[in-house]
């Protein structure tokens, strides 16, 4: 008989949870900036590397954009596209949504086991954004 090794890796639903006490940063396609300024930002799938529930994703450092803005170039060079990126400042403080129900709430914030930053299921609006720098390269 013949033994095979078989690994078997599951991800959490929901990742652990985080207060957040400064500015956090998002760096989205230069088409998107400006509906993003009138209309909040609102979480979206898009290209990941596995399944999860429509989210948005934040630096919590300025350092970190480089290294995430490489990331974007190597994905742009091998779908053959060329994109121009700006960064927006999302400021925390009072951070609140409405739910379904009409009611406000306090916009949860989870970290993001596979990078420095984290992400929300939440939509952000727009008096809570700022466009930081604009063609970051």
Known sequence: NKIVEFK????????????LNSDIYHITN??????ILKYGLL???GKK???HPE???FLLNIEDVDVIL???????????????YDLLRINTQNLKSFNFDGKLYDIVF??????????????????NIELYRKNIS
């Open 8 to 19: 078997l890796y599951c991800e959490p639903k929901w990742d652990n949870s985080v207060k």
């Open 30 to 35: 230069s088409e998107n900036t400006e509906d």
């Open 43 to 45: 979480p979206k799938s």
């Open 49 to 51: 590397k596995s399944y």
């Open 55 to 57: 989210r948005s994703y």
């Open 70 to 84: 490489k990331h974007f170039k190597r994905m742009d060079k091998v779908s053959n596209e060329e994109n121009s």
């Open 110 to 127: 989870y970290k993001d086991p596979n990078s420095n930053g984290v992400y929300t299921n939440d939509r952000i609006n727009p008096e």
